[in-house]
């Protein structure tokens, strides 16, 4: 059938709800909210002042000091939480700092949770990697492989520290088989039955952790495809996605966004928990390159970029423009009402 008229042209024409703001405005299909943004946020051992990361133009390594303003400075924003990583002077082969009470990702914890705990939902990055000589998500065998069995016993001990330090959403990122499973089990054990889990369920091998590797000053020689997923695995994406919720994570993670929103799109049609979308380090430090050179617009890329990660299917967002972006929402929406 046409959608022609003779001598009229075409009747259907979508242009119309495209016509005026107003209109577009009444149409949108897709629209963020600063409770489903959260800021990961990288906390240094032994450093008093924050420390610009050379790789990620605006994002700075945290004191412990410094740590309370931005914390503060997030939740007056109105995100939803923030994900902490610690990076530890020392580092060993079994990641001793990640389990230390003292350790620097702990004592972070206890500080974000007095300060916020109540405004912002405080969540710890669970994986050894910043905290290992050798830079792996896990402990290591004797031939040197990464050992699942045995960096599952080190993620239920790291489960006990962050749980006791008031972590209230445990991200398991270290790709290991049955991980969100065995921190579940120890957590009930001890009396941890409140502490939720995010799995991050389907995280791929990818190139676009570049920047973060240098912000956690990663000790990793080799890659971390032994564990993390291939890049053209689709399938295999979607299976431990069902595996995580099977071992009863509370919320399952995507990673990274932009080059994976398929795979986001397939859990988000087939999760009955919340599925976030992680916009990792490379995303982020790719557009800032590109806006610092003036070829594409900063602040529309940056709303396009997480725009389309809430499209494909994201409740949520974890992003390092988070509280940027907030203030933006917050600024339009003020801007609408007057
Ligand atoms: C592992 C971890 C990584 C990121 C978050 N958690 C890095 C990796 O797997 O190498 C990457 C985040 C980013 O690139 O922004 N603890």
Redesign the pocket.
Known sequence: MSSELPGVGPYIRPRRLRSTPAMRRLVSETRLHPAELIL?MFVREGITTPEPIGSMPGVSHQSLDSLRRAVNEAAAAGIGGVML?GIPTQKDAMGSGATDPDGILNVATRIAVEEVGDALVVQT?L?L??FTDHGH?GVLDAEGRVDNDASLARYREMALAQAASGSQLLGL??MMDGQVAAVREILDANGYTDTAILG?AA?YASA??G???EA?Q?S?KGD?RSY?LDPGNRREGAREIMLDVEEGADIVMV??AMSYLDVLADAAASSPVPVWA?Q???E?SMVEAAAANGWIDRRRTIEETVIGIKRAGADAVLT?WAVELAGWLRSSLEGEQR
Do not use: I, M, T
């Open positions: 990961p990583f990055d994986c990697d910043e998500c990122s270290g991050y995280k676009f952790y920047p973060f590797r956690v990663s990793l971390r993390q990673k990274p992680y990792v380090s490379g982020y390092y």
